[in-house]
């Protein structure tokens, strides 16, 4: 998707694999978010991306980011397809070790090796949408597909609160 171009303020990943139907979420929500952006562009400095949760990748891509924003799926049994739930680390809880991540080896890796490196970015905000299928396909369940939507919109107030809270500093 968008490379990084200059120093990036705002970093925002979609986290998963599209080939995975409600895996593909994060990818779905910074597809939405390229889209709206053509009509309404985000605030400079601000770079979109995909990742397959890789933590060397997660951790290039958010590398020097005053916020870093990423959007993953959450294997939960039973869940609730579809709810979004949004987990906020700012620098200092950042600095301290991980005790869980939203699944598999990712996150939680790429934080624990970023924190050990020095090179988290200044907040965290994670969204973690709860899926239903995550076998082969494209096609997500139908809640988790009405989330994309919501979860856009979450990213972009996200981004606005930062810019506010940067221009008070």
């Known amino acids: 998707m968008a490379a990084r171009v200059g120093r990036t303020r705002i970093a925002v990943i979609g986290v998963g694999n599209m080939f995975r ?13 390229e889209e709206r952006a053509r009509h309404r562009p985000l605030p400079p400095g601000t770079a979109l991306a995909v990742c397959d949760g890789d933590p060397g990748r997660l951790i290039g891509l958010w590398e020097g980011a005053e916020l870093a924003v990423v959007l993953d799926a959450a294997h939960t049994r039973p869940g609730r397809p579809g709810q979004v739930h949004r987990i906020a680390l700012d620098a200092a809880r950042l600095n301290r070790p991980c005790e869980a991540g939203s699944h598999g080896l990712g996150l939680a890796e790429a ?50 609160r930062h810019r506010d809270a940067a221009a008070h500093r």
């Open 111 to 160: 934080v624990e090796l970023a924190r050990f490196l020095g090179r988290l970015p200044g907040r965290l905000v994670v969204y973690a949408v709860e899926g239903a299928d995550h076998s082969l396909g494209t096609r997500m369940s139908p809640e988790v597909r009405a989330s994309v939507a919501h979860l856009a919109a979450a990213v972009e107030d996200e981004i606005v």
């Open 21 to 33: 139907r409600d895996d593909g979420v994060g990818w779905a929500t910074v597809a939405l978010l």
